[in-house]
């Protein structure tokens, strides 16, 4: 189960509105034990050549990301991105570079509009993913 | 000799929680195999099934990448820091 705010969950929404036709990529941080999402950062999809079914953050700028919000008291509890016209289902690229230990919130948009979100983790033998629940907190 | 690796915070429960590991090595491809020979479950998230390291795996000798150095023939001194640093990436497929 992954909880977010309501208000972080519209935030990622917007970002991912404003993104469209491109893929949006951003940081879940907040408390890893309660497994809650307190913040969304947004990053910069560096995927320039494919960004409408591409994403990428390297690891310099991810890292300093994280830092920065770890600096604040908080801790990377995973990672959301956007499907423009694609259902919010993982596929197997996003699955081959998924990390252990980490939610992945994916979101599809459709002609601009959000449609729907749904939250991934990666099992430990990395065959496949695994969809978590995702509970909204006021 | 001895050197340090700093494990991300995902990759942190395969090393019993600690966020970095002391090995004993001369290259980085021996230091990554000591973590991994010590912690045999990091192995498939650090490596694919040949064995390279994955895209998304980076490891920093101190501030420079190792890809711009020798890769994993990158020779190690004493008291050396290396770091795993991840990257994301994904996509419809």
């Known amino acids: 189960m992954l909880r977010i705010h309501r208000k972080q969950l519209a935030l990622l929404h917007a970002h991912a509105t404003e993104g469209y036709p491109h893929e949006v990529v951003g ?20 995927r320039a050549d494919s960004p409408a079914n591409r994403y990428k953050v390297g ?6 990301a994280e830092q920065d919000l770890e600096a604040q ?4 509890v995973g990672y959301y991105h956007s499907h423009p016209d694609h259902p919010a ?10 990390l252990p230990n ?8 459709h002609g601009g509009d959000v449609i729907h979100t749904q939250s991934w983790r990666l099992l430990e033998d990395r065959s496949s993913m695994q969809e978590e629940a995702i509970e909204i907190e006021s | ?8 915070t995902p990759l942190r429960p395969y090393t019993d929680g600690e966020p970095s590991v002391a090995v004993e090595a001369t290259t980085v491809g021996g230091a990554l195999n000591f973590l991994t020979t010590a912690h045999p479950d990091l192995s498939k998230h650090l490596r694919n099934e040949h064995g390279k390291l994955r ?39």
């Open chain 1, 89 to 98: 289902q993982y596929s197997d690229y996003d699955r081959e570079h998924a």
């Open chain 1, 102 to 109: 980490m939610s992945y919130l994916i979101t599809s948009v």
């Open chain 2, 1 to 8: 000799m001895t050197v340090s690796i700093r494990i991300p």
């Open chain 2, 55 to 93: 895209s998304f795996v980076n490891v920093y000798l101190g501030d420079e990448d190792i890809r711009f150095l020798n890769a994993e023939d990158t020779p190690l001194t004493d008291g050396a820091e290396l770091t795993i640093v991840p990257s994301i990436a994904g996509g419809v497929a």
């Open chain 1, 73 to 76: 008291g908080l801790e990377i």
């Open chain 1, 59 to 64: 690891g310099l700028a991810l890292l300093q």
């Open chain 1, 27 to 46: 940081i879940l941080a907040g408390d890893r034990s309660r497994h809650t999402v307190q913040r969304v950062q947004p990053l910069t999809n560096e």
